[in-house]
């Protein structure tokens, strides 16, 4: 018989394991798919979960009744071998029950597939052009017409070099969000100014190639307001892990003061012709615009990157000549 300090000692190691098992499945629904902010996405996940039953209930039916065959049949139990050329009843049926499991699969699969390239009717149309290796985004019809920004990663050099703790939105945070009305049919044209780019939003459901002299195209429609991220999804050079995608859903109220404010910006920041640029000026103009695509090649101290052929600015006599301002 149990004494009570064993019975105590396994209730002890199935609670821990009860926890353990609890712990890992709390950690398996972060693994899924990201949650889902529009239709057409939550269609995908449905989708998937549609397909992994079904793909479960065919491998366990299967694998089972040939477990079950070889075991039952095996020849220590004195089961001889069957011998036999062919078999037209079992050929149809291996033939007849996969087509229709195909068809069971691909319908609903087809008519979201369907649905995905239908980008006639959009609200909004925003350009995406893929650059080694920031997004350039062009507002080309639509509330906001005319509105243009380049969107690069501002997470800093000292967290991707390891100096830093991560921040919370590593290596997914820029300086310009695209911005989206909630509820509204928004169509994305792709294209690249060098390599093949992706541009990916998993929380909409959405990824679209961005190729060089090519224009594709996608659409989502955002339900819920908020802030998700994205990545370009094709690998495209040293920088690649490099260039998120930030997408902000707002109300329409708020999307309207976005795209106003936005463009008067616009305005505003153009370059008058007749300015005098003063060397403090153009030496802040200069950080920034370094900041923003030159850092990626010649790296933040200037120490250039070798294997793409991309000098060192650092110490470089052209690059600390002399200037003619004050």
Same mark, same amino acid.
């Given at each position: 018989? +149990? ?8 209730? #002890? ?9 609890? &712990? @890992? ?7 899924? /798919? ?14 998937h979960?549609?397909? +992994? !039953? /079904?793909?479960?209930?065919?491998f ?39 087509a ?11 008519? #979201? ?8 009717? &959009? ?6 052009? @893929?650059i ?12 906001g ?26 290596? /997914? ?10 509820g ?6 792709? *294209? ?8 990916? +939003? ?12 090519? !224009? ?49 910006? +616009?305005?505003? &920041?153009?370059?008058?012709? *007749?300015? #005098?640029?003063? /060397? ?5 103009? @200069?950080?920034?615009v ?11 101290q200037?120490?250039?990157?070798? &294997? ?6 650092? @110490? ?11």
């Amino acid at each position: 018989m +149990m004494s009570s300090q064993s019975v105590r000692r396994i209730f #002890t190691l199935a609670c821990a394991l009860a926890a353990a098992a609890a &712990a @890992g499945a709390a950690q398996a629904l972060e693994w899924n /798919l990201q949650p889902a902010a529009s239709a057409m996405s939550a269609e995908i996940h449905n989708l998937h979960e549609y397909v +992994m !039953i /079904l793909v479960t209930v065919i491998f366990i039916g299967v694998f089972g009744f040939m477990f079950y065959a070889c075991w039952a049949h095996r020849k220590s139990k004195g089961h001889p071998a069957a011998q036999f050329h062919e078999n037209t009843t079992v050929e149809i049926i291996w033939t007849v029950i996969p087509a229709i499991i195909l068809v069971i699969f691909a319908w609903p699969v087809t008519k #979201t597939v369907i649905a995905q390239k239908d980008t006639s009717a &959009a609200d909004l149309t925003i350009k995406a052009t @893929g650059i080694q290796w920031k997004w350039d985004y062009e507002y080309i019809k639509g509330e906001g017409e005319g509105i243009h920004f380049v969107a690069t990663l501002t997470t800093p050099r000292d967290q991707i070099e390891g100096r830093a703790p991560k921040g919370e939105h590593y290596l /997914l945070e820029v300086d310009n969000e695209v911005v989206v009305p909630v509820g509204k049919k928004v169509r994305i044209l792709t *294209t690249a100014a060098d390599v093949v780019h992706a541009w990916w +939003m998993p929380a909409f459901g959405v990824k679209q190639d961005a190729i060089p002299g090519f !224009i594709r195209d996608i659409w989502f429609r955002a339900d819920k307001v908020g802030v998700y991220r994205g990545q370009c999804a094709e690998l495209c050079g040293k920088e690649h892990g490099f260039m998120p995608i930030v997408v902000r859903v707002a109300s329409q109220e708020d999307y309207s003061k976005w795209a106003g404010e936005k463009q008067k910006a +616009m305005l505003a &920041a153009a370059d008058d012709p *007749t300015k #005098t640029w003063t /060397l403090p000026d153009l030496i802040a103009r @200069g950080e920034k615009v370094y900041a923003a695509n030159c850092v990626a090649c010649h790296q933040a101290q200037g120490q250039g990157t070798p &294997a793409i052929k991309a000098p060192a600015l650092a @110490g470089n006599k052209f690059v600390m000549g002399a200037h003619n301002g004050p």
